[in-house]
Nanobody, 122 residues
Framework: QILLVESGGGSVQAGGSLRLSCVAS????????LGWFRQAPGKEREFVAF????????NYSDSVKGRFTISRDNAKDTVYLEMNNLKPEDTAGYFC???????????????WGPGTQVTVST
């Protein structure tokens, strides 16, 4: 089992940046694919990015490609999401998740953090 806790959310103006972190506790962190998902009020949870255990397989949704960067530090049991050039449509709760397979679908992830809110204003 693995426990995940996100941090780094907040309120920024459009064009600004935020860096989200997700710290894991548990065993074998480096064996998990870590993903970031987001969910806005009234909308379904949406894939943002994933990174495989060794960091050699990374994927982004088209909506964030070129603006967001996912990375991980297995020595610190932490995954990051660097978000640049934020837009109002990026406003959502952001969740990190851990799973055994590198996929862009939430159903493949077994463990989830409670989330951190990101609000982008015009």
């Amino acid at each position: 089992q693995i426990l995940l806790v996100e941090s780094g959310g907040g309120s920024v103006q459009a064009g600004g940046s935020l860096r989200l972190s997700c710290v894991a506790s548990g065993r074998a962190f480096s064996t998990y694919t870590l993903g970031w998902f987001r969910q806005a009020p009234g909308k379904e949870r949406e894939f943002v990015a994933f990174i495989s255990g060794r960091g050699d397989n990374i994927n982004y949704s088209d909506s964030v490609k070129g603006r967001f960067t996912i990375s991980r530090d297995n020595a610190k049991d932490t995954v990051y999401l660097e978000m640049n050039n934020l837009k109002p449509e990026d406003t959502a709760g952001y969740f990190c998740a851990a799973g055994g397979i590198a996929k862009d679908t939430a159903a493949w992830y077994n463990y989830w953090g409670p989330g951190t809110q990101v609000t982008v204003s015009t």
